[in-house]
């Protein structure tokens, strides 16, 4: 289970973090109240309290979300790119099924899953992500 200190060491880094109960925010304006403040952390991470850890996809960054319990995988998309992903910073995800977040540089302009196969998404700065070391809230694994 993330720490205060992991929510403060991602903060000290810049990211945004929120606290989130499995996968959803436990803030009332979710990922809008994301926070790279360490009083802010410290107030959510308080008394010791159990959190999952989110965090906001900073701006100069796009999330590939891959979802293969709906057909979502790094293969059905470079076959539909013709050619590899390139190598990233990645967070597997805690189900153990093959699901994971990849990180890339934001190419710009407007984004969309339109014309992505099934199950992988598109997340930016309008969203976030669960990051480790969260725990996964079906299997307790760790992301």
């Not at 995988?73 to 390139?86: F, G």
Request: proline fraction near 10%; include cysteine.
């Amino acid at each position: 289970m993330p720490t205060l200190e992991d929510a403060l060491s991602y903060a000290a880094q810049g990211w945004r973090v929120l606290p989130l109960r499995g996968k959803i925010p436990l803030t009332r304006h979710g990922v809008k109240d994301a926070s790279c403040d360490p009083a802010q952390v410290r107030q959510w991470w308080a008394h010791g309290a159990q959190h999952n850890l989110g965090a906001q996809v900073p701006g100069h960054l796009v999330v590939l979300d891959f979802d293969p319990r709906n057909g979502g995988t790094v293969e059905a998309l470079e076959q539909l790119l013709r050619a590899p992903l390139p190598d990233t910073l990645t967070a597997h995800s805690g189900r153990g099924d093959g699901g994971q977040h990849r990180y890339y540089l934001h190419p710009g302009g407007q984004l969309s899953s339109r014309r992505l196969p099934p199950g992988i998404d598109v997340k930016t700065a309008s969203g976030y992500c669960v990051i480790p070391p969260s725990l996964h809230p079906d299997t307790g694994k760790p992301y």
